[in-house]
């Protein structure tokens, strides 16, 4: 909810996704089940597509869009066609070692423009679909995988929206971070026929990241939906796009062997092979099906070979590249290795937080996550291989959702139509993959472990000693919190005639161990995530002036004394600022300015420039 009391009349969801993008809406006051957006530029008016490809094109040499989605040619080799972009807009992604990978600047700038195309799109067929439609208030709800775990990252994204005209299009409409697509996911997954009490393990699968999460249905089938987060989520980047890469390799490998009968290079030639009549996609997708038994090699042509060629070494016969079920197989088992870690380590980390539950539900949902062999490799895994050890399995099933490419999409959607109609929240409280601190400086303790060796100030205002540059860990990673936020007290002093100055501290991030946690800024563990500051004389803070009478020897000084209340999002965080009796003193959020430490660029801790904020702890 909007803290100004905003209400959208219609929420709109987009699901952006490695290889194809969703959109699902629904409007009130009704809010009926999610509708899914089928009808998209490019195709007839009686094709049908639940999602739109995630591609986009340019004129040759210049940065104007010349196609998007359907509008593509997606066997073109045309320089200009941009797809598989996702994972590039985070910048710590590494998993790319090509020389010609984009760049993080790049894949933004081909986000923006893509999603305009996207807004542009929902704009004009509601604009003919709903009287007065710049008018309505809307809603925009993303969501994010959850390899994206810097708020900071997931601020600039936002921003990114914007760009694109999400939430710009006037006052009525606004553009929001909803979920982590393993959350939304889980949504969509808790309207299928499971029982209060019921534990699901969700794996969602996709094009470019495979996220999972395990939650417990605390409702019952006649309550509203609530579900506990028993862990943190958390995310690979795994899925089908991986499968399509090595598959290229493996291609790319063998046309080395007549690299010279060729009369392209071997990148463009493995290419077309695997665009050719989309055989290569049905093979993929179909395997470990019954159908895939039917289909024990795949040949595809060689483009350029004369009829007649033979080549055993590199799998050619009559001109054609053969491969067998066994090629696909492990080509699979690379990526279906990395899903089977993320689940044990999930499942695990269940044993060891909450030892007597059992899962009750591995459910799986994506486009990977569809897939027959996916499911088939999880359930020996769990049965009769090296994972049925694990005891929080014994009675465990491998379940599907309905529509696994849909779930992220309409949960979305679900997740906020149930919080705008029933007043409740799906998700109340959240499990932190992370933890979040602030640089303060406490007062001395001769007797704490954590003091020891550092430098003590004495305070000229208050006379007491202080240690500058401590961490107090407001969350920790692995902690459950409200979705209402963590309050910590602080203290500022500041000298008279300066009390019209902002403050300003730093909010720093961890992802080491909760038990390994840096207490204060020197040691490592650490990276800054944002500045936050206010002017405290314009707030309703208590500030109460000290050695203000004729005795004091000390210097006079103003002392505030507030709450800082972090909010943590699906993958954001917001500031609140509070006065000692917990009323909430900025609007939405306006009150305490947040500059992000940009996620591009490294981060060390430092207290300088920063007006000490003091936390003491007694």
Same mark, same amino acid.
């Given at each position: 909810m909007y803290m100004d009391g905003w209400t959208p009349d219609i929420v709109v969801g987009i699901d952006f996704g490695m290889t194809c993008t969703g959109v699902a809406w629904s409007r009130g006051p009704a809010w009926a089940e999610p509708k899914t957006f089928q009808h998209w530029p490019g195709k007839m008016i009686h094709e049908l597509a639940n999602k739109v490809p995630t591609i986009i094109q340019y004129t040759p040499g210049s940065s104007s869009v010349s196609g998007w989605g359907f509008l593509c040619d997606q066997d073109s080799e045309d320089p200009g066609l941009i797809d598989y972009f996702k994972?590039?807009?985070?910048? *710590?992604?590494?998993?790319? !070692?090509?020389?010609?990978?984009?760049?993080?600047?790049?894949?933004?700038?081909?986000?923006?423009?893509?999603?305009?195309?996207?807004?542009?799109?929902?704009?004009?067929?509601?604009?003919?679909?709903?009287?007065?439609?710049?008018?309505?208030?809307?809603? +925009?709800?993303?969501?994010?995988?959850?390899?994206?775990? /810097?708020? *900071?990252?997931? !601020?600039?994204?936002?921003?990114?929206?914007?760009?694109?005209?999400? &939430? *710009?299009?006037?006052?009525?409409?606004r553009a929001k971070i909803g979920l982590t697509e393993a959350e939304a996911a889980a949504v969509y997954a808790s309207k299928q026929q499971y029982e209060k009490d019921d534990v699901l393990l969700i794996c969602d699968a996709g094009g470019g990241t495979t996220d999972v999460n395990v939650l417990k249905i605390m409702s019952s089938k006649a309550e509203p939906v609530s579900l506990k987060p028993l862990s943190w989520v958390e995310g690979r980047p795994v899925g089908s796009i991986a499968i399509d890469n090595e598959f290229h390799v493996l291609i790319v490998d063998r046309l080395g062997h007549i690299q010279d009968q060729l009369r392209e290079d071997p990148d463009t030639v493995a290419n077309r092979m695997m665009r050719?009549?989309?055989? +290569?996609?049905?093979?993929?997708?179909? @395997?470990?099906?019954?159908?895939? =038994?039917?289909?024990?090699?795949?040949?595809?042509?060689?483009?350029?070979?004369?009829?007649?060629?033979?080549?055993?070494?590199?799998?050619?016969? /009559? $001109? $054609?590249?053969?491969?067998?079920?066994?090629?696909?197989?492990?080509? +699979? =088992?690379?990526?279906? /290795?990395?899903?089977?870690?993320?689940?044990?380590?999930?499942?695990?980390?269940?044993?060891?937080?909450?030892?007597?539950?059992?899962?009750?539900?591995?459910?799986? *949902? &994506? &486009?990977?996550?569809?897939?027959? @062999?996916?499911k088939e490799r999880l359930r020996s895994h769990y049965k009769t291989g090296p994972g049925s050890f694990r005891p929080a399995i014994e009675k465990m099933e491998i379940a599907t959702v309905e529509e696994p490419q849909l779930a992220v999409v309409q949960g979305l959607v679900t997740d906020r139509i149930h919080s705008i109609s029933l007043g409740t929240e799906i998700f109340s409280e959240r499990c932190c993959s992370? $933890? @979040?601190?602030?640089?303060? !400086?406490?007062?001395?303790?001769? /007797?704490?472990?954590?003091?020891?060796?550092?430098?003590?100030?004495?305070?000229?205002?208050?006379?007491?000693?202080?240690?500058?540059?401590?961490?107090?860990? +407001?969350?920790?990673?692995?902690?459950?919190v409200s979705i209402n936020g963590v309050t910590k007290p602080f203290t500022i002093k500041r000298k008279m005639g300066t009390e019209f100055e902002p403050w300003q501290t730093q909010i720093v991030m961890s992802t080491v161990p909760r038990e390994r946690l840096p207490t204060n800024i020197k040691q490592d563990g650490s990276r800054r995530l944002c500045e936050v500051s206010t002017n405290l004389k314009t707030q309703e803070v208590e500030m109460k002036e000290k050695n203000r009478h004729w005795y004091s020897r000390r210097e006079r000084y103003l002392r505030f004394r507030f709450d800082v209340k972090a909010v943590v999002g699906a993958a954001d965080l917001k500031f609140v600022l509070l006065t000692k009796d917990k009323k909430v003193i900025n609007d939405d959020y306006n009150a305490i300015e947040v500059v992000w430490q940009p996620a591009m660029e490294p981060a060390s801790v430092n207290a300088n420039g920063t007006v000490p904020l003091y936390y003491s702890l007694t």
């Open positions: 994972l590039h807009l985070d910048p *710590s992604f590494r998993e790319d !070692a090509r020389p010609d990978r984009p760049t993080t600047q790049q894949a933004r700038q081909w986000y923006v423009d893509y999603l305009r195309a996207i807004h542009d799109h929902i704009a004009s067929v509601f604009s003919d679909t709903i009287p007065r439609w710049r008018d309505q208030k809307a809603e +925009f709800v993303f969501s994010v995988p959850t390899t994206w775990k /810097n708020p *900071s990252m997931i !601020a600039e994204i936002e921003q990114l929206l914007r760009s694109a005209g999400f &939430g *710009s299009d006037g006052g009525n409409h050719e009549d989309g055989r +290569f996609e049905r093979f993929k997708c179909s @395997y470990g099906t019954a159908l895939s =038994n039917l289909m024990p090699t795949l040949p595809l042509r060689v483009p350029g070979l004369l009829d007649g060629v033979y080549h055993p070494e590199a799998m050619i016969e /009559n $001109s $054609s590249m053969i491969f067998s079920r066994d090629d696909l197989k492990r080509i +699979f =088992n690379i990526q279906m /290795n990395k899903i089977l870690t993320l689940t044990d380590e999930q499942l695990d980390r269940v044993s060891q937080h909450h030892p007597s539950t059992q899962v009750s539900y591995l459910v799986l *949902s &994506g &486009g990977l996550g569809s897939s027959a @062999y996916v992370q $933890s @979040y601190g602030v640089v303060c !400086a406490e007062k001395h303790d001769p /007797n704490l472990k954590r003091h020891l060796g550092q430098e003590v100030r004495r305070d000229t205002l208050d006379g007491e000693t202080w240690v500058d540059g401590q961490i107090q860990w +407001f969350i920790q990673q692995g902690q459950t």
